[in-house]
């Protein structure tokens, strides 16, 4: 090859490849050990992986040996192949870079040592020493650099470049991966992307990025924040989106290829010069990507790659926090609403106000909030669960706290992944005890990992059977079918998912929810209501319609509206929403426009359903809080909000 990969970074952007793992699932290469156990198995398809993706536009192919290091392997029973398999999966990307035909180059792709879920880090020597031998067959199989991949922690991966550099002088590519804790991008270790480039900004390698766990709008702010380095290059690789479990309990990724597309051309606009995908990318995000950067000039770096932005969405207006010993400022409207609510004749039944209580902060922080969504006309808190991966209060702890502090009924979320029947049985016994009474029962998404964005988990038992549980506990039986000295008194409520990909599975499954002894069901977001409406028709002609809550929340800004309607999975943002939000962009008028539209949806939604949920962000914004959209969005419900948004 006449050019290194130094030189081509040097003097225009390379486009790499996506996800293999997806890919290889979605191909049929099921293992069940590691992964990258398929080099040496099935050749042939990881051949066919990199040539599709070649095919596609990308200049860089990484080896199917994320993860292929001997701690990671052995607890597959690998640890005896460490070199077979890295040095396998090096010349199979080799092999195709070598028949393409124009320039290529093989990244050989090296995870940290530490497995996930491990708490505490392999020991910096043992894990220098796996990360030298993985490298020393991955450079033995051909490949052009290493790149370091979805590192969480900044010592960890500056060890690593340091381990790659005692085998080898072939450049490294060295990736941090963020979560966003409710506007905060962390790595695990609580670092921020300037902390990052800052540990690494002399080690040595020739470029430092970012990929994994956050989708393309969120790497974005990532990749700003990390950039200009003063030294390395910048590299960034999203997910497509947020991942998901389907109905065969297989996950998959929201994400379309023209939004990866176009982020991918920001991300050059604000300095990146390696740019591909992670998990959820396919060969269609990478030939999104190389059309996109054929209208970019991509052979040279930006002038100001850092006056290149967006306008960035409304600063957070930090919710005052009460002290720890303050009194109830007021009392609330008693409990007994969801009661009241469900008993209530059809055409009597008043239409039922609850606010989601959710966000960052402590307990005192959502009390606060909590006490606002009250004043301004909530009859009802609901507690859902968070995807957050730090230490934050649990949300079964959160709902005791506002159940013991303000006089209104509060509602809980409760998920059944990564929990046992009998573990759930307990929780489920203790939260009756401590005064918990009305429940939503969902199956539940894993939170997005920063290493593996999500895992099988446990799937003893999914919503549908944790709803069965229940309602058992409330006939006075417990798992086993044994008599309980006392039954329980849940309400019970289960998820309907408007925007699910089946519709029809959708709505079969909803009416087996209340089969299984729903009282209520409740819709995740929605911003238009036909979706909506096919669920409850079949609910209607099943001769299982409940009351239903529909979950609404006011847009803060373009941005938020662009990530729904491209990144997260079952949300679906009609046109209608998002061309008002398009003109409104990102600044202080967004989130009126915001709630505007929320407020016309709602008085859309009276005739339909029985109530809804009303969501916010955790922070106010400049015109949304927790009592302004309470209490605009109960005054649509009833009618008397008369504003309009121009379409």
């Known amino acids: 090859m006449s050019e290194s990969f130094t030189e081509a970074l040097g003097r225009r952007v390379l486009l790499g490849d996506g996800a293999m793992g997806t890919l290889a699932r979605a191909s049929g290469g099921l293992v069940e050990g590691h992964g ?4 040496v198995i099935a050749p042939e398809l990881v051949s066919a992986l990199h040539e599709r993706y070649l095919a596609a536009g990308a200049d860089v192919l990484q080896t199917h040996t994320f993860a292929a290091s001997r701690p990671r392997l052995e607890r597959h029973g690998l640890a005896r192949r460490v070199r077979e398999i890295n040095l396998a999966g090096a010349r199979l990307a080799a092999a195709v870079r070598d028949a393409a035909g124009r320039p290529a180059w093989v990244a050989g792709s090296v995870s940290p040592a530490t497995p996930p879920g491990l708490a505490v880090p392999v020991e910096e020597a043992r894990a220098a020493i796996a990360i030298r031998e993985q490298v020393e067959a991955l450079v033995e199989g051909g490949v052009d650099l290493v790149v370091l991949e979805t590192f969480s922690r900044a010592a960890e991966l500056l060890a690593a470049i340091r381990a790659v550099q005692d085998v080898t002088d072939l450049p490294v590519v060295a990736q941090a991966t963020f979560v966003d804790e409710d506007g905060e991008l962390l790595t695990a270790a609580g670092e921020s992307p300037a902390d990052v480039v800052a540990r690494l900004v002399d080690a040595g390698a020739v470029a430092v990025g970012t990929n994994c766990t956050l989708g393309p709008q969120g790497l974005l702010d990532v990749v700003r924040r990390m950039g200009p380095t003063g030294g390395p290059f910048l590299s ?45 990318t396919t060969p269609e995000h990478t030939a999104a990507a190389a059309r996109a950067l054929t209208t970019h000039d991509a052979w040279s770096p930006p002038a100001t790659p850092r006056d290149a932005r967006v306008v960035p969405a409304p600063r957070a207006v930090p919710d005052p926090t009460p002290a720890p010993d303050e009194e109830i400022d007021q009392p609330g409207p008693g409990r007994g609403a969801v009661e009241r609510w469900l008993r209530g004749r059809p055409a009597s ?22 006490r606002r969504a009250v004043s301004g006309g909530a009859s009802v808190l609901w507690v859902s669960r968070s995807r957050a991966r730090r230490a934050t209060t649990s949300t079964t702890g959160l709902a005791v706290h506002l159940h013991d502090r303000i006089d209104v009924d509060t509602a809980l979320t409760v998920t059944s992944w990564q929990t046992s029947l009998l573990a759930l049985q307990a929780d489920l016994l203790g939260l009756h005890a401590l005064g918990v009474r009305t429940l939503v029962c969902e199956t539940g998404n894993p939170p997005v990992h920063a290493e593996q964005a999500v895992g099988d988990g446990v799937w003893e038992v999914d919503g549908l059977e944790l709803l069965r549980l229940a309602a058992d506990l409330n006939r006075g039986v417990d798992a086993d079918g044994a008599e309980l000295g006392t039954a329980t008194v849940f309400r019970l409520g289960a998820r309907v998912t408007p925007g699910a990909d089946d519709l029809d599975r959708e709505a079969e499954r909803a009416v087996a929810k209340v089969e299984a002894g729903a009282e209520f069901l409740v819709s995740r977001p929605v911003f238009e209501l036909e979706r909506l409406r096919t669920v409850l028709d079949a609910l209607d002609a099943a001769g299982r319609r409940v009351p239903v809550l529909a979950s609404v929340g006011a847009l803060t800004g373009y941005a938020q509206a662009e990530h729904l309607r491209h990144e997260v999975p079952d949300v679906v943002v009609p046109d209608a929403v998002v061309e008002p939000m398009r003109r409104a962009g990102d600044g202080p008028d967004a989130a009126r426009t915001g709630l505007s539209l929320a407020a016309e949806l709602v008085a859309e939604a009276a005739a339909l359903v029985e109530g809804v ?11 949304l809080d927790p009592a302004t959209a309470v209490t605009r969005l109960r005054a649509a419900a009833n009618g008397v909000d008369g504003s309009r948004v121009r379409r």
């Open 349 to 370: 039944r008043e239409f039922l106000v609850a606010a989601e209580v959710a966000g960052a902060g402590g307990p005192d922080e959502h009390l606060s909030r909590a």
């Open 236 to 280: 960034a690789q999203p997910n497509a989106g947020l991942p998901h479990v389907v109905a065969d309990r297989s996950v998959r990724f929201a994400g379309d290829a023209e939004h990866f597309a176009r982020y991918v051309l920001r991300y050059v606009e604000a300095g990146a010069r390696l740019v591909g995908g992670c998990c959820g």
């Open 36 to 39: 990258a156990e398929l080099c």
């Open 613 to 623: 949920v009303v969501r916010w962000p955790g922070s106010a914004v400049p015109g």
